[in-house]
């Protein structure tokens, strides 16, 4: 199986990787073979040897003997000798462009955007703008047409691309929906125990009063104890973490025309339905939404250690029956035996009839994956080679490992399903994710959600979440902008962005649950908390960035 929580573990990890620096800060002079004229085509086909330098897994073998490329490299008419490892990357990587002693290519380093930029900048890396064609590469040419988020997302600000797109999503359109939304659209779906309700002869909640009414029904009939015979005063009507990737209180606020994390700045950015870009953290609704709550926090219906509790004390206590109300990624995994007691809640509409779920966008799309060098003389010989990778049964194989391996069966639709842990261990010795490991191949793999339907198999869970995703909470969001994750920064916007974005997330955060816990928002209180984000926390300086990066990031959808 393709295993969800892994992928929800790493979702935070894939969603950053086109913002944050590997480390790669040698400078270095223009190359050798620097050319004036970076945005032309190299017409050049002679190479046929190539050598490629990169980052490979700690359970890799080697790319030597890998069955996929070799046979991707013979369909190609080109030889790759491979410079690989897992130890001491950057530090080589740093070394060879420092030296202008390059490979041709370099693959599956992580290079971030400021890294692509500077290097394409000084000629180390090329432009790949003009091998992009049906010609040349028809594969990726394709999908940058049809997925033009894709080609934004790679796209430096001088309109160079100069690293192939690489990225996992996981979308509705694997489960053969006609919109694809991210299995991230909406990370909370929220729960409550409706065997309580049926026994205190209450409806599930549709508003937020509603759920008050509810909630405060659970704690003054003990249901912990009275329904499961859990210890005397043991019911917690509602329980999560603060402001926690799926497992927060977030979805709640919705009530209140937004879901934001005001812990991750790019999550708490609002793109409304002109397109303005906005903190939600400084809307006078959030402000309510905080008074909201207090007084729930303050009658003893959230959990007192919502502040403090990680994600495994909230499944123990919602596993025990403690629980009324919270969030997670499905219910059976968070209230175990007890999850046929609980069923999904709709998104409650706020005291003035408000709803709106702030959605967001996937694990994101990066370009540092696979960047092509000044040294290379025939980069249409090597690109042909990675335009393969982007075929959909190809990247299945060099992400999971190859048919007869990972992939021994196709359903009734053809669409291949991964081996089991347990027929891993009786053919190979060892455990699916480890047999993964042997054979991942680093590099520009892009793994679109149609894939899991016409190539392989996700996992059943994530089916699940999908189509809880389309049919149960897409059809009560009003509007789907979102700010895109994979937004790209210039040099001097990143400086800025490193500058205060650390200190702005703390700032609000901090003060979110201050008055989530004590409340007393008075008009002085925030009017103060607005002053200290913009003297202190560079707030405009920051907006005016990330409008910026949005202006252009839709411009080059356009292109």
């Known amino acids: 199986m393709l295993h969800l929580n892994s992928l929800v573990r790493r979702s935070a990890a894939l969603a950053l990787v086109g913002a944050m620096a590997l480390g790669l800060s040698a400078c270095g002079s223009k ?14 086909t002679d190479q046929t040897d190539f050598t490629i330098m990169g ?35 950057s530090e080589q990587v740093n070394i060879r462009i420092a030296g202008n002693i390059m490979p041709d290519a370099f693959m ?87 065997a309580w309700l049926d026994e205190l002869g209450l409806e599930v909640p549709t508003t937020l009063d509603e759920l008050h009414t509810a909630l405060k029904a659970f704690k003054d009939n003990d249901m912990s104890h009275t329904y499961y015979g859990n210890p005397a005063g043991s019911t917690l009507p509602m329980s999560t973490g603060f402001d926690q990737w799926c ?90 035996e007890h999850s046929e007691d609980y069923v999904f809640l709709p998104i409650l509409s706020g005291p003035d009839g408000t709803k709106n779920v702030t959605v967001r966008t996937g694990g994101g799309t990066n370009g540092g ?37 990972y992939f021994n069966e196709q359903d009734e639709n053809g669409v291949w399903l991964s081996i089991t842990d347990a027929e891993a261990q009786e053919r190979f010795g060892k455990g699916a994710g480890e047999l993964k490991g042997q054979y991942e191949v680093y590099g520009p793999k892009l793994i679109l959600s149609k894939y899991y339907l016409e190539n392989f198999r996700m996992e059943d869970r994530a089916i699940e979440r999908l189509n809880d995703l389309y049919n149960y909470w897409m059809p009560q969001v009003d509007c789907t902008n979102t ?34 816990r004590d409340g007393n928002i008075t008009d002085e209180a925030w009017q103060s908390y607005i002053d200290h984000l913009t003297n202190k926390c560079g707030m405009n300086d920051l907006l005016q960035v990330y409008t910026e990066a949005y202006a252009r990031y839709t411009e080059a959808q356009a292109d």
């Open 31 to 44: 190359s050798p073979n620097y050319n004036e004229e970076p945005h032309t085509l190299n017409p050049n």
């Open 55 to 89: 980052g490979i897994s700690a359970l890799s073998g080697g790319y030597e003997d890998n069955e996929v490329l070799n046979k991707l490299q013979e369909e190609s008419g080109i030889h790759i000798t491979w410079n690989t490892m897992s130890d001491s990357l």
């Open 108 to 194: 599956g380093v992580g290079f971030n955007n400021y890294d692509l930029s500077r290097h394409g900048d000084d000629g180390a890396f090329i432009d790949l703008t003009p091998y992009i064609t049906p010609e040349i590469m028809p594969n990726l040419y394709q999908i940058l047409e049809d997925n033009p988020r894709i080609r934004a997302a790679i796209t430096m600000d001088d309109g160079g691309i100069y690293g192939l797109p690489a990225g996992e999503q996981m979308g509705t359109a694997g489960v053969g929906a006609p919109e694809d939304y991210s299995i991230y659209t909406i990370p909370q779906f929220s729960m409550i125990n409706k």
């Open 247 to 336: 497992w927060g209180q977030n979805i709640f606020y919705a009530g209140f025309g937004f879901t934001n994390w005001p812990n991750d700045v790019c999550q708490d950015l609002m793109v409304d339905a002109d397109n303005n870009v906005k903190f939600i953290c400084t809307d006078e609704k959030y402000r309510e939404a905080l008074e909201y709550f207090h007084n729930w926090y303050a009658e003893g219906l959230m959990d007192v250690e919502m502040f403090s509790q990680t994600d495994s004390q909230l499944i123990s206590k919602c596993q025990q029956g403690y629980v009324g109300v919270s969030t997670w990624w499905y219910i059976e995994e968070l209230m175990g």
């Open 369 to 405: 994956q696979l960047s092509i060098t000044s040294a290379c003389q025939s980069p249409i010989n090597l690109l042909k080679f990675f335009d393969k990778w982007y075929d959909g049964e190809t990247v299945m194989q060099l992400q999971y490992g190859p048919i007869g391996v």
């Open 483 to 516: 700010y895109p994750i994979d937004c790209v920064f210039t040099s001097d916007e990143l400086d800025i962005i490193d500058l205060n974005k650390a200190n702005f997330e703390s700032a609000v955060s901090e003060q979110e649950g201050l008055w989530i």
